[in-house]
């Protein structure tokens, strides 16, 4: 893996109110030596290492989306995450949207290992 400048933990985001809108978690990373189709594939295996089913990968799109359901009442977490190409890298981003009412400790470091996957 080449060296970076940054972190993954440097580009998360959080959006909206803790247990009252829905929240929304982001990150992303760029890895200028890793081509985009062995980067999705790497990420598409590390999300079901988190524990994800009912993956959906398109590779033509660069995409993964899958949702789980831990609380029982019936709304979905989302995770999306799309690997683009960047120069002769790629660049992936991750998005993890959880409904108002639930909360995701250390979603952050569970949102890099699956980007920071691309590099590995």
């Known amino acids: 893996m080449a060296a970076l400048a940054d972190s993954c933990a440097d580009h998360v985001q959080s959006a909206g109110v803790p247990m009252v809108t829905g ?11 890793v081509n985009s189709g062995v980067a999705l594939d790497k990420v598409s295996r590390a999300v079901l290492a988190e524990g994800f089913v009912g993956v959906n990968v398109d590779k033509k799109l660069g995409t993964v989306t899958t949702q789980q359901e831990t609380t029982g009442s019936g709304r979905p977490q989302t995770l ?3 690997v683009r190409k960047d120069g002769k890298g790629s660049r992936v981003d ?10 995701a400790p250390g979603v952050g470091d569970n949102l890099c290992r699956v980007v920071n996957a691309a590099g590995q």
């Open 23 to 33: 929240m929304t978690h982001k990150t992303w990373m760029i890895f200028p030596s």
């Open 80 to 82: 999306q995450v799309v």
């Open 94 to 103: 991750a998005t993890f949207i959880l409904p108002p009412g639930q909360l």
